[in-house]
């Protein structure tokens, strides 16, 4: 199998969304997947350094709620299709 990068406008996360935003403490963020997909969740600080990675798996189609911890963050997000090697 191997993942290939897909356009922001692609039909697989269909939704994403962070709660409460803004947020004086934890914050948990949402998004549904359209179909099984490779995805990738981080969470950075202010400077750019990596706080914690709470996504990096294959997941099925669905919706998926993470809690996002507290403080002043930046949310990176891939989320790649899965298709069959050739």
Do not use: C, W
């Not at 750019?48 to 669905?62: D, H, P, S, W």
């Amino acid at each position: 199998m191997k993942t290939d990068a897909l356009p922001i406008d692609a039909p697989l996360a269909a939704a994403l969304n962070i709660f409460p935003n803004p947020s004086s403490g934890s914050s948990t963020i949402a998004f549904h997947l359209d179909r099984e997909a490779s995805v990738s969740l981080s969470v950075y600080d202010q400077a750019g350094r990596l706080v914690t990675i709470l996504v990096n798996t294959k997941l099925a189609a669905g919706d998926y709620y993470k809690e996002a911890g507290e403080g002043i963050v930046i949310f990176y997000i891939n989320i790649s299709k899965i298709s069959e090697a050739m």
